[in-house]
């Protein structure tokens, strides 16, 4: 079975930081994307960054650029999203999400609550 599970989430203040990590298991996702996307309350969910294979090649929303880093440890199959700078706006449910391609995720988790109180 598949699964994709986020941690790290939590109440911060504005300014903080946090890490989140996505555990990924069932199979192995080294050669898939891997990325970030978040849902605020009432919101659709946006594109945060994403990662290529290799971790050679990452791209980011504009709203994070500078703030968040994306990187990957194939040897642990996880993704981690570091955020810096943290903002009330960037108040969301975080989901880690896999697929041979952006934007194609094919797996998704169920996501961690990221709150960021100003």
């Known amino acids: 079975q598949v699964q994709l599970v986020e941690s790290g989430g939590g109440l911060v203040q504005a300014g903080g930081s946090l890490r989140l990590s996505c555990a990924a298991s069932?199979?192995?996702?080294?050669?898939?994307?891997m990325g970030w996307f978040r849902q605020a309350p009432g919101k659709e969910r946006d594109f945060v960054a994403v990662?290529?294979?290799?971790?050679?090649?990452?791209r980011y929303a504009d709203s994070v650029k500078g703030r968040f880093t994306i990187s990957r440890d194939n040897a642990k199959n996880t993704v981690y999203l570091q955020m810096n700078s943290l903002k009330p706006e960037d108040t969301a449910v975080y989901y880690c999400?896999?697929?041979?391609?952006?934007?194609?995720?094919?797996?998704w988790g169920k996501g961690t609550l990221v709150t960021v109180s100003s």
């Open positions: 990662i290529n294979r290799s971790g050679g090649i990452t």
């Open positions: 999400a896999a697929g041979p391609l952006y934007p194609r995720m094919d797996y």
């Open positions: 069932g199979r192995t996702f080294s050669s898939d994307a």
